[in-house]
C-alpha cells in the first residue's frame, strides 16, 4: 500500500479527462489548486507589471512623466520605471534639430532628393512685397524644442501654431521689401529678420521652440510673368554692364586727359618763368651797359661794335673785302668769312666809321 495519499483523491487532476468537464470537477479543480493558482496568477501579475513598468527613453529624445495627469518629472534618455494605470510618458525629441518647410514637401531625401508642390503649398508661398508685386517664396524653418514641458502643456499642436507663426513672420518681413530684393540682393537680410521676428514671436507666446536658422529655398516670380521677369532681368543686367563698360572707359580717359593738361600746365608755367628771367637778365644787362656807356660813350660803343662783329663774322662764311677804287680786284680773305667786302667799309668799320 502506498504510504502517501493522493490529496486529489482517486482522480489525477492533471489527466486529461476523456470528455469535457463539468463545473463540479472545474469548481473542485480550483478548490483544490487554489493556492498554485494563486501563486502563478501573482508572479503573471507581476511579469506584467514588471513588463509595463520598464521603458526606454531614446537617445535624441526626453520624457516627461505625468502622475494621474500631472506633470511629474523630465527624464533623460535611458530605462526607467513607472507605475502603469497611474503614469504616463511622453517622449518628445529635444535632442534633435527638427525642420518645417514652406511652399513645398520632401518627398525623397536619397541621392536626388524629389519635391512635391501643390495649391496648398502655392498659397504657403505666394506672398505681396513692399511694391505690390507677387513673389513665391519658398522656405525652411529649422528648430528645436528648448522646453518640453512649455512644447507639450502650455500651447495645443505646437506642430501647427510653428507653421502659423513662420507664415505670418515671413509674409510680413518680405512686405518691406521689393520684388527685386526678394529675388537678388536683400535674401540674406530678408532671413535675419525673418529669424529674428519668429524667435521674438515664439518666446512671446511660450512655444518652448528656439528657432535655429531659416533657409530660403528658392524665390521666383510667378509662374505667368516669370518670362516677362526674366527679360526685365536679362534687360538690367545689360544696362549695368554697358554702364561698367562705360565707366572703366571714363576711369581710363579721364585720368590721362586730367595728367596731360596738368604737363601742359606746368610746361606753360616753365616757359613763363624762363621768358620772365630771360627778360630779367636782359633789363639788368641793359641797365648796366647803358651805366658803362654814360661814363665812356666812345669806348663802350667801339666794345659794343666789335663784340657784335665778332658775333656776325663767326657765322659767315669766307669774306672778301675789295677796294672799289683801285682798278684791279684785290681780295682780303679773312678765314672763316662768307663774301667781299669793300676796302672803304672795311677801313670805316675798323676806324669806327661806321656805326
Sequence with gaps: MNASKNPFGDKNPFERPSGPPDGDELREFIVANRSTIGMIALVLLAAVLLYFSIFKVESEYVGLRTTLGKYDKTLEPGLHIRIPLFQQVYQLPAKRQLKQEFGFRTISSTTKSEYARSDLTLRESSMLTGDQNVAVVEWIVHYQISDPFKYLFVIREPENTLRALSESAMREIVGDYSVTEVLTLGREEILMHAKTKLSQMCQRF???????????????????????????????????????????????????????????????????????????GDVARFVA??????????????????????????????????????????????????GPISAPSAAAAYTGGTR
Design 206 to 280: 511660450e512655444t518652448g521652440i528656439s528657432i535655429q536658422r531659416i533657409e530660403l529655398k528658392d524665390s521666383a516670380p510667378p509662374e505667368l510673368v516669370r518670362p516677362s521677369f526674366n527679360e526685365v532681368n536679362q534687360a538690367e543686367q545689360e544696362r549695368d554692364r554697358m554702364q561698367n563698360e562705360a565707366l572703366a572707359q571714363y576711369n581710363k580717359e579721364i585720368p590721362k586727359a586730367e595728367g596731360q593738361a596738368r604737363q601742359t600746365i606746368e610746361e606753360a608755367r616753365g616757359y613763363a618763368v624762363e621768358r620772365t628771367n630771360k627778360a630779367k
Design 289 to 338: 651797359i647803358q651805366k658803362e656807356y654814360a661814363q665812356a660813350p666812345k669806348v663802350t660803343r667801339t666794345r659794343l661794335y666789335l663784340e657784335t662783329m665778332n658775333d656776325v663774322l663767326a657765322n659767315t662764311g669766307k669774306l672778301m673785302i675789295v677796294d672799289e677804287s683801285a682798278r684791279g680786284f684785290t681780295p682780303l680773305i679773312m678765314p672763316g668769312a662768307g
